[in-house]
T-cell receptor, first 110, second 112 residues
Framework: ETGVTQSPTHLIKTRGQQVTLRCSSQ?????VSWYQQALGQGPQFIFQ???????GRGNFPPRFSGLQFPNYSSELNVNALELDDSALYLC?????????FGPGTRLLVL | SQQGEEDPQALSIQEGENATMNCSYK?????LQWYRQNSGRGLVHLIL?????REKHSGRLRVTLDTSKKSSSLLITASRAADTASYFC????????????FGKGTTLSVSS
């Protein structure tokens, strides 16, 4: 167990809707990263937050946005959902180089 | 975009045998990490090797890094059925942080 938790575990949405996924960091970690993992693929980096500021972003459109809170927990928001957004969404917390992953949220967009 | 590419894509072995997976990457790195994923769940960190290191061991795991060839290998010795999982290499290329770029992974199946 890494101490990183994510909610919800599973989610079903329809195209055009909005979704918020949540992540609680491991104690003492000030950096949170979010990844999208499509079926059969490796995780793709979405963005990273360090002390409540965005600290890097991957090749994802602006409808993917995030927040980090003072307690270092984090949210991933996705607007105008598309079918291709169906994936496992992983968050990872870190204080140095090693990232510790949560169990993920599996999102299905119909 | 994919930075790392694992090889082979799939590997099937018997318990007790060794499993070797390879990873190639394209750009300079700060470090390279290997992760394991069971059945589409969260990733478990296995080992980190820095760009100035050539080999690292952790239990039954041995990782090598050749920065001149931009490649790494993960060796699992005396495999067990519980080692059945997908294995990913991930490179740290973000100089300001620790964003990881993953490959597509190697699916390892260990049969008893």
């Amino acid at each position: 167990e890494t101490g990183v938790t994510q909610s919800p575990t599973h989610l079903i949405k329809t195209r055009g809707q909005q979704v918020t996924l949540r992540c609680s960091s491991q104690s003492g970690h000030n950096t949170v990263s979010w990844y999208q993992q499509a079926l059969g693929q490796g995780p793709q980096f979405i963005f990273q937050y360090y002390r409540e500021e965005e600290n890097g972003r991957g090749n994802f459109p602006p409808r993917f946005s995030g927040l980090q809170f003072p307690n270092y927990s984090s949210e991933l928001n996705v607007n105008a959902l598309e079918l291709d957004d169906s994936a496992l969404y992983l968050c990872a917390s870190s204080s140095q180089e090693t990232q510790y992953f949560g169990p993920g949220t599996r999102l299905l967009v119909l | 975009s994919q930075q790392g590419e694992e090889d082979p894509q799939a590997l099937s072995i018997q318990e007790g045998e060794n499993a070797t997976m390879n990873c190639s990457y394209k750009t300079s790195i700060n470090n390279l990490q290997w992760y394991r994923q069971n059945s589409g769940r969260g990733l478990v960190h296995l080992i980190l090797i820095r760009s100035n290191e050539r080999e690292k061991h952790s239990g039954r795991l041995r990782v090598t890094l050749d920065t001149s060839k931009k490649s790494s290998s993960l060796l699992i010795t005396a495999s067990r059925a519980a080692d059945t999982a997908s294995y990913f290499c991930a490179t740290d290329i973000n100089q300001a942080g620790t964003a990881l770029i993953f490959g597509k992974g190697t699916t390892l199946s260990v049969s008893s």
